[in-house]
């Protein structure tokens, strides 16, 4: 079984500085999907960024990239030019490539964005 | 295109009684998942549909089940209910059971008391 796990429960940036969330995931699979997905005040899951792990390139979305360390298993989220909208609960979550599209997620990590 | 839907946004059930979510999926998406989040935890996954049939199902009693309808709709039922089943529950959908991409639902609060 696949777990995900998040050792930062909450976290907190200045504006306009740069933050980065951790997440180490255990799996015995080589083909995988990870993910970080942001969850605002309205509940609404919304997919930040996605990593293929057969690909060596680390993911990168505008302000937002990951640090995917296969071997580690390890993979961070890095926002820079923190917003105050970036202000949710964010989760890691994994998927294994195959048919069955289900996600594991982490336990969260809050992100506070101080103005 | 449509995103995804799900009603109630809260519900409120006292321990015992039965309930139904409902869950629209995205225009054009056939595969519906459903997860539990309980308060201060990542959601948990319940089970998914695909094409009208149950794929899959996580660690949950068969108290919980569900329905996909031909229009790819779903509902998650929850019969005998229990206090710990007080979470928010969050539907998602997807086209076809090994899409990674998945939309997700607003879900729906329920409370058991």
């Known amino acids: 079984a696949q777990t995900v796990t998040q050792s930062q429960p909450e976290m907190s940036v200045q504006e306009a500085e740069t933050v980065t969330l951790s997440c180490t995931y255990d799996t015995s699979e080589n083909n995988y999907y990870l993910f970080w997905y942001k969850q605002p005040p309205s509940r609404q899951m919304i997919l930040v960024i996605r990593?293929?792990?057969?690909?060596?390139q680390n993911a990168t979305e505008n302000r937002f990239s990951v640090n995917f360390q296969k071997a580690a298993k390890s993979f961070s989220l890095k926002i820079s030019d923190s917003q105050l909208g970036d202000t949710a609960m964010y989760f890691c979550a994994f998927m294994k490539m195959e048919y069955g599209n289900k996600l594991v997620f982490g336990a969260g990590t809050i992100l506070r964005v101080k103005s | 295109e449509t995103g995804v839907t799900q009603s109630p946004t809260h519900l409120i059930k006292t321990r015992g009684q039965q309930v139904t979510l409902r869950c629209s999926s995205q225009?054009?998406?056939?595969?519906v998942s459903w997860y539990q989040q309980a308060l201060g935890q990542g959601p948990q996954f319940i089970f998914q549909?695909?094409?009208?049939?149950?794929?899959g199902r996580g660690n949950f009693p068969p108290r919980f089940s569900g329905l996909q309808f031909p229009n790819y709709s779903s509902e998650l039922n929850v019969n005998a209910l229990e206090l710990d089943d007080s979470a928010l529950y969050l539907c998602?959908?997807?086209?076809?059971?090994?899409?990674?991409?998945?939309?997700f639902g607003s879900g729906t609060q329920l409370s058991v008391l």
């Open positions: 990593q293929e792990a057969y690909k060596q």
């Open positions: 549909y695909y094409r009208e049939e149950e794929n």
């Open positions: 998602a959908s997807s086209f076809g059971g090994n899409d990674e991409k998945l939309f």
């Open positions: 225009s054009g998406h056939n595969t």
